[in-house]
């Protein structure tokens, strides 16, 4: 994000940590963890958990032992990158590393990717992942995008362009709330742009209290923004450009703000209007950032030594001595979740974690090569406060002085029922049942093509129909809107054409009359018709304009290899070089003597540019041991022309990828300018096996050994213990790559009814079958001496007969989970006496009546 820097901090407070949503975690998952993605073989199980960035990797810190219980174990950053972990929905964890711009995303309960990475080098430390109630996005601050993240195995939709560009992205119930460099405020929810809003000052930017969106302008003034028209909900008492708004990752009741030149933190009721100021005897060096707020206390990090400053919102002053925070000077990651404010140092052992009540204690994220251990190390004897306690936790209000009241009296809450709408009712129906609960109604238009419904169509609500919410609150009700054409401007041309028809759209291209300005601006589109957020149907066309020419440049005594590639590059033509004669006094060999067309020329796209250079000898020097990029600088400098050629795989060398082994010719030869140095490097694209049919713990420990990530998933299939799918397949691919291998760690078995699983087996949705035997005689088995039948209801069941007893069978499996399943059926006849028989068919077999046991192989 474009946020307010601190002086000396590398990032802003507020960009740092997530909140992260409870993951269940299932014992049996996670007991052969240590090969499918954690590092340590059985994390504890319990509340009071946050994701916290540990050294070169994430750790799950547990409150309650005060230690990590699992971590990612792949390695996420190098040297002293910064990791910024980030819970989506559905369980799904997303790590960001801001200093090369790569997101990882991974499966909270497993720790192991599950999607494609992103990676976005140009975009370092200017991405940022949000998460909503629904949807988790990417905003990236560079290219002003914000991407929907898609959950596994769905498609990536097209990214929303911000043309204003983006300052930053705040999340508030189902809506991300972007504020432009132009000062817009825009609502972002289901992927695309809701609307628009224009406050009568530029904005400072946006927060969230009492669980709404707020803005805050220059002038102090906050703003609730999720009505249908901003409202103002009080003074801060403090204003201007450099004020930082709190932490929407530590967001509570009071609109916080904190102004690091005054040294003040701003609260404000959005409830009332009331607000008030504390004072904060940080000193000059203090550099503070984005406060928190859990219970009745607020916390404002101070990154100069590192600490935090702990405010008692009902007693309106700072509260004793600021907490020390693990680590050295700098930003440190600073969120309330699980109940908890999380005060984390990333290359420091400990952290701190403050409850809800303000006892502060601090947790051991465990041991690493690179890793400080400040708060070890400097041990004193702690407070009482700050110690493990087995007592039941107290009331805050016993910190509290009975003279001091609260600052404002919060009254009990009605709970209401969102009300069922049907999918299909006209929104404004929708609208008006909703508004007789008690609730507000914001109808939402989504774009997506729905069979059967029409335009005006209700989708679904948010929250759904059956939720207990606060009277008052507002409810979502997505409908089917009109088909809005999306904004290309900003993008190239053909990128532009392929998400006109990802929403089948056509696309007319166009040249602008004038050339372009800057070669950055070369096939961009610059107008489009109709204009972005235009009503239209399927299949109308939208025109494109972009430049397609451009004056050149003047790459007249440039050496020519560079001039060259600077044509082709940045300007999209083709370049042709040739040899001139000796150069002249004053020139070198190599340096270009004349181009044509000649410098300001205006050409287009894909134009012919000649070069002559001057003729001549160059003698390189030896480039083996570095990089191929810095190599061919040196190359290109000489007037040779450079020839990287990727050679032996990286891995086992222990040599970097991308370093030159071989030059040929060798250093120190002359070569005529012009003429080829062929660079060989070592490559990060690596043979990967095909490891179908062999023990997955030896593909793991191969994969792993030549350089692969290896993730294990378990699925179903009569072979155990053997690999039955690979992702990728055998071929070519990055080291890093993440490998998942497929296989059953289940052993099946022959039964009665087929192979399946032997009781006791805790396969996926597995259902046990009991085997049924009655051979009491007499007729008394249903009308026979002797029956049997197979059925997933447990003994003691009332509808089975007291003569039958039953024992467990086999396992079998949920229908349409594994590939050449069979599904079993008990089929019976009414009357006496009663014949069961159990039939392996698709469909219900005739019969008076059935029970579908499950599947078989």
């Given at each position: 994000m474009k946020l307010k820097w601190l002086p000396g901090p590398r990032r802003p407070a507020n960009r740092v940590g997530a909140a992260l949503l409870a993951v269940v975690m299932l014992g049996g998952v996670l007991a052969a963890a240590a090969g499918i993605g954690y590092t340590a073989a059985r994390p504890l199980l319990s509340d009071g958990s946050a994701f916290l960035g540990k050294g070169h990797t994430t750790a799950r810190v547990n409150s309650e032992t005060g230690r990590s219980d699992a971590e990612v174990a792949m390695q996420l950053a190098t040297g002293e990158e910064q990791l910024q972990p980030v819970s989506l929905p559905g369980g799904r964890l997303a790590v960001v590393n801001e200093d090369t711009g790569k997101v990882i995303y991974l499966d909270a309960a497993t720790l192991t990717a599950d999607a494609s990475a992103d990676d976005r080098p140009a975009s370092a430390g200017k991405i940022d992942v949000v998460s909503t109630e629904s949807d988790g996005y990417l905003v990236d601050s560079e290219k002003d995008t914000i991407d929907k993240i898609a959950v596994p195995g769905a498609s990536k939709g097209a990214p929303l362009a911000v043309e204003e560009g983006i300052k930053e992205a705040v999340p508030a119930a189902d809506s991300i709330w972007v504020v432009t460099d132009k000062g817009d405020i825009i609502e972002v929810a289901g992927g695309r742009e809701v609307r628009r809003i224009r406050l009568g000052a530029p904005p400072v930017g946006v927060t969230v209290a009492d669980s709404q969106p707020i803005a805050v302008t220059e002038d102090g003034t906050a703003y609730a923004i999720d009505g249908d028209e901003p409202r103002a909900v009080g003074k801060l008492g403090m204003s201007g450009r450099s004020v930082f708004l709190g932490a929407w990752r530590g967001a509570g009741r009071h609109v916080l703000a904190v102004d690091p030149k005054s040294l003040r933190l701003a609260v404000l009721d959005p409830r009332t209007g009331h607000a008030f100021n504390v004072e904060l005897n940080a000193g000059p060096r203090a550099e503070l950032a984005a406060p928190v707020m859990l219970g009745d206390f607020a916390y404002v990090p101070d990154h100069s030594e590192p600490r935090l400053w702990k405010v008692d919102l009902r007693q309106r002053k700072a509260v004793g001595k600021p907490l020390d925070v693990p680590g050295q000077p700098g930003v440190f990651e600073l969120k309330v979740t699980s109940g908890r404010v999380w005060a984390n140092n990333q290359y420091d052992r400990r952290t701190l974690v403050v409850d809800a009540g303000g006892r502060h204690r601090y947790a051991d994220k465990g041991a690493g090569p690179e890793l400080t251990d400040t708060e070890g190390q400097n041990r004193v004897p702690e407070q009482p406060e700050a110690k493990p306690s087995t007592e039941p936790t107290r009331s805050p209000k016993v910190d509290i002085e009975p003279s001091q009241p609260p600052a404002d009296t919060t009254t009990t809450t009605t709970k209401v029922t969102v009300p069922a709408i049907e999918r299909g009712t006209p929104y404004q129906e929708a609208c008006a049942t909703i508004t007789q609960a008690g609730l507000l109604c914001r109808p939402v238009p989504a774009s997506e093509e729905t069979a059967g419904l029409e335009a005006g169509d209700v989708l679904d609500t948010r929250p759904a129909a059956g939720r207990q919410v606060a009277e008052g609150s507002r409810v979502d009700v997505r409908y089917v809107g009109p088909l809005l054409t999306p904004a290309v401007r900003g993008l190239p041309y053909k990128q532009a054409c392929r998400e006109l028809a990802a929403v089948k759209l056509k696309c007319e291209k166009g040249v602008a009359v004038g050339p372009a300005l800057a070669p950055e601006e070369?096939?961009?589109?610059?107008?489009?018709?109709?204009?972005?957020?235009?009503?239209?149907?399927?299949?109308?066309?939208?025109?494109?304009?972009?430049?397609?020419?451009?004056?050149?440049?003047?790459?007249?005594?440039?050496?020519?290899?560079?001039?060259?590639?600077?044509?082709?590059?940045?300007?999209?033509?083709?370049?042709?070089?040739?040899?001139?004669?000796?150069?002249?006094?004053?020139?070198?060999?190599?340096?270009?003597?004349?181009?044509?067309?000649?410098?300001?020329?205006?050409?287009?796209?894909?134009?012919?540019?000649?070069?002559?250079?001057?003729?001549?000898?160059?003698?390189?020097?030896?480039?083996?041991?570095?990089?191929?990029?810095?190599?061919?600088?040196?190359?290109k400098s000489e007037g040779l022309e450079c020839v990287p050629a990727a050679g032996n795989c990286a891995a086992g060398t222990g040599r970097p990828v991308n370093e030159v082994y071989d030059q040929n010719p060798p250093g120190g030869t002359p070569v005529a300018v012009g003429g080829r140095v062929t660079l060989t490097h070592y490559s990060e694209n690596c043979a990967l096996g095909n490891y179908v049919n062999t023990a997955p713990d030896a593909a793991c420990a191969d994969l792993q050994a030549k350089g692969f990530v290896c993730n294990q998933v378990h699925v179903l299939n009569p072979t155990p213990n053997a690999v039955v799918a690979q992702d990728p397949p055998a071929g070519p691919s990055k080291l890093g790559t993440t490998v998942t291998i497929h296989f059953s760690p289940w052993a099946s078995a022959p039964s009665a009814l087929g192979t399946a699983y032997p009781p006791g087996t805790a396969i996926p949705g597995g259902k046990l079958v009991y085997h049924y035997t009655c051979s009491a005689g007499g007729g008394k088995c249903r009308g026979l001496d002797r029956n049997e039948f197979y059925s997933l209801l447990p003994p003691g069941s009332p509808t089975v007969d007291a003569d039958f007893r039953g024992e467990a069978h086999a396992v079998l499996m949920t229908c349409g989970t594994a590939a050449g399943q069979r599904k079993v059926w008990r089929t019976w006849n009414g009357g006496s006496p009663r014949h069961y028989q159990h039939v392996a068919s698709e469909t219900r077999p005739a019969a008076d009546d059935s029970e579908e046991l499950g599947c078989v192989w």
């Open positions: 070369l096939g961009v589109v610059s107008e489009q018709n109709p204009l972005a957020d235009t009503e239209v149907a399927r299949g109308d066309t939208v025109a494109l304009t972009y430049p397609e020419t451009i004056a050149l440049p003047n790459v007249t005594d440039q050496p020519f290899a560079e001039a060259c590639e600077r044509l082709k590059q940045q300007y999209q033509m083709r370049c042709q070089s040739t040899v001139d004669g000796p150069p002249p006094a004053g020139k070198q060999p190599g340096q270009v003597s004349t181009q044509a067309p000649a410098a300001n020329a205006v050409a287009a796209i894909g134009d012919l540019v000649q070069l002559r250079y001057y003729r001549g000898e160059s003698t390189p020097g030896n480039v083996v041991g570095t990089l191929v990029t810095d190599a061919c600088a040196t190359i």
